[in-house]
Nanobody, 121 residues
Framework: QVQLVESGGGLVQAGGSLRLSCAAS????????MAWHRQAPGKQRELVAT???????NYGDSVKGRFTISRDNAKNTVYLQSNDLKPEDTAVYYC???????????????WGQGTQVTVSS
């Protein structure tokens, strides 16, 4: 019922850019925080960026200055503009939304299925 649909992943050469999108749909009463995480083979999930409903952002050290997270509250959509991509950015990128879904009294987390980003050298 509630789902996060991601788009924009793919293969890019080092130094290039990608813009990832993630749209939440379904029975949504409100989303507080949205975030991007990533997981490379053999590694734990890593925080990429977070953004609050008010637009306050935080970034992982490895992407500061290169990535920008933004959101459109009216569309329940979060974006990740990824510039100057490096091979070490290669990972599956996951969208996360925290808020009120299905039950307006309870805060829940929802995750997207993930989208592959591959950066070639």
């Amino acid at each position: 019922q509630v789902q996060l649909v991601e788009s924009g992943g793919g293969l890019v050469q080092a130094g290039g850019s990608l813009r990832l999108s993630c749209a939440a749909s379904g029975r949504i009463f409100g989303i507080n925080d949205m975030a991007w995480h990533r997981q490379a083979p053999g590694k734990q999930r890593e925080l990429v960026a977070t953004i609050t409903s008010g637009g306050r952002t935080n970034y992982g050290d490895s992407v500061k200055g290169r990535f920008t997270i933004s959101r459109d509250n009216a569309k329940n959509t979060v974006y990740l503009q990824s510039n100057d991509l490096k091979p070490e950015d290669t990972a599956v990128y996951y969208c996360k939304a925290t808020g009120y879904f299905r039950d307006y009294r309870k805060i829940d987390d929802y995750w997207g299925q993930g989208t592959q980003v591959t950066v070639s050298s």
